[in-house]
């Protein structure tokens, strides 16, 4: 855990998370699982010059990273993300390194987290669940691809709920770019929640 805490700020990971270390817990899981190939790949990408994904990665981690307390990798990806905005193809695939090691660095923290299985759980968190819902719409009207990581968050929120077959689909719809189904079908799940 010594690792984790050099490369991670718990204290504000948890605080993030409404001050539940499971709630950080179940998105370290999910981070490290949709996201621990991204290293190679963004390698793959700076190779072939494809600066236009590798900002949209960026974009995505750089969120991700700040929730779950990873400032430094939060602050890489943001730097590799203004440089793609800006056009500085080359500026960009000079921060992948950086980026790249900051990514590996994190994910290996973040794999000290992850219990083998996650704490059981009477039911799921409602109320952070409503939360993430309520933030995910927005994104989805705009076709942000920050609603993948949203989406991710609330999937772990409401893994094994009756709520988690909806968002499912609002995920299905939202990969094949059905952004206006899938906020509408976000307007369902929150009216769900609030119920």
Do not use: W
Request: net charge negative.
């Amino acid at each position: 855990m010594a690792e984790a805490q050099e490369v991670l700020d718990l204290g504000a990971a948890v605080q993030n998370f409404g001050g539940k270390p499971e709630g950080m817990q179940r998105a370290a899981r999910a981070f490290v699982e949709a996201y621990g190939a991204l290293p190679a790949r963004c390698e793959a990408l700076a190779a072939t010059g494809d600066t236009p994904e590798l900002g949209r990665i960026a974009h995505l981690i750089k969120g991700a990273g700040k929730l779950l307390g990873a400032h430094t990798l939060s602050a890489a990806a943001g730097e590799l993300e203004d440089a793609e905005r800006d056009g500085l193809a080359a500026v960009v695939l000079a921060l992948v390194p950086l980026f790249v090691r900051e990514l590996e660095q994190a994910l290996d923290a973040l794999r000290l987290l992850r219990p083998e299985e996650p704490p059981p759980r009477a039911e799921p968190d409602l109320l952070t669940a409503l939360r993430l819902a309520e933030r995910l719409g927005p994104l989805l009207e705009a076709g942000d691809y920050a609603a993948r990581e949203v989406l991710d968050l609330l999937e772990a929120a409401l893994a094994g709920s009756p709520y988690a077959h909806q968002v499912n689909a609002i995920g299905r719809q939202f990969d094949e770019l059905e952004t206006e189904h899938a906020a509408a079908l976000a307007g369902i799940l929150i009216a769900s929640l609030r119920t």
